[in-house]
């Protein structure tokens, strides 16, 4: 199974902020990398595909992008609706699997 | 606007079995996949299974595999889960959702989910 390794597990950091999310791959997944934005009691949200691939609707503050086996969302200006917790996953082969998730937290 | 609205949630004792339905609406059910992923509580994201459009391919993880049987019924819009067998770590929200794909590179990612529905395994 490929692991997907998520830094840092939580954050700490203030509106207005840019903050940085990192995935790691244990194997080469190409793009087939996914984030997610899950807020407290509610199902996940898709933010970005294909690790650059913005969906409609969200913010234009989010974005994505991939360095070999590292995969980085970037949060260029924190709202406050921005602090919780994000996932990645990867679509390159089954099993599907997830980061363990970052709770971004404000300070 | 499309929707997915899982059911079937409840209480059952180890050993147990449950079926979870997913009804969607807003969009072509038959032209998508369908995935089941889970959540243990305060834990991450875990893929559970998923059905091709027309039912003759499904895939589980490992942890569910000869336990759980995923199953479709496109004239009822509806994506199922029949859960034997359940064990205290099979206790989680279960989430459907839409499976999509991107069109240049053929990335599957899930671009909508229901609710979820909370199964607890426990006696």
């Known amino acids: 199974d490929i692991q997907m390794t998520q830094s840092p597990s939580s954050l700490s950091a203030s509106v207005g902020d840019r903050v940085t999310i990192t995935c790691r791959a244990s194997?080469?997944?190409?793009?087939?990398l996914n984030w997610y934005q899950q807020k407290p009691g509610k199902a996940p949200k898709l933010l970005i595909s294909?690790?650059?691939n913005f969906q409609s609707g969200v913010p234009s503050r989010f974005s994505g992008s991939a360095s070999g086996a590292d995969f980085t969302l970037t949060i260029s200006t924190l709202q406050p609706e921005d602090f919780t917790t994000y996932f990645c996953?990867?679509?390159?082969?089954?099993?599907?699997?997830f980061g363990q998730g970052t709770r971004l937290e404000m300070k | 606007d499309v929707h997915l609205v899982e059911s079937g949630g409840d209480l059952v004792q180890p050993g147990g079995s449950l079926r979870l339905s997913c009804e969607a609406s807003?969009?072509?059910?038959?032209?998508?996949?369908m995935t089941w992923v889970r959540q243990a509580p305060g834990k991450g994201l875990e893929w559970v299974a998923n059905?091709?459009?027309?039912?003759?391919?499904?895939h589980y993880v490992d942890s569910v595999k000869g336990r759980f049987t995923i199953s479709r019924d496109n004239s009822k819009n509806s994506v199922f889960l029949q859960m034997d067998s359940l064990r205290d770590e099979d206790t989680a929200v279960y989430y459907c959702?839409?499976?999509?794909?991107?069109?240049?590179?053929?990335?599957?990612?899930?671009?909508?989910w229901g609710q979820g529905t909370l199964v607890t395994v426990s006696s």
């Open positions: 959702a839409r499976t999509a794909w991107t069109l240049r590179d053929y990335i599957s990612y899930f671009d909508y």
């Open positions: 807003g969009f072509s059910f038959r032209s998508y996949w």
């Open positions: 059905i091709q459009q027309d039912g003759s391919e499904a």
């Open positions: 194997r080469n997944i190409s793009n087939f």
């Open positions: 294909g690790a650059s």
């Open positions: 996953q990867q679509s390159y082969n089954r099993p599907i699997t």
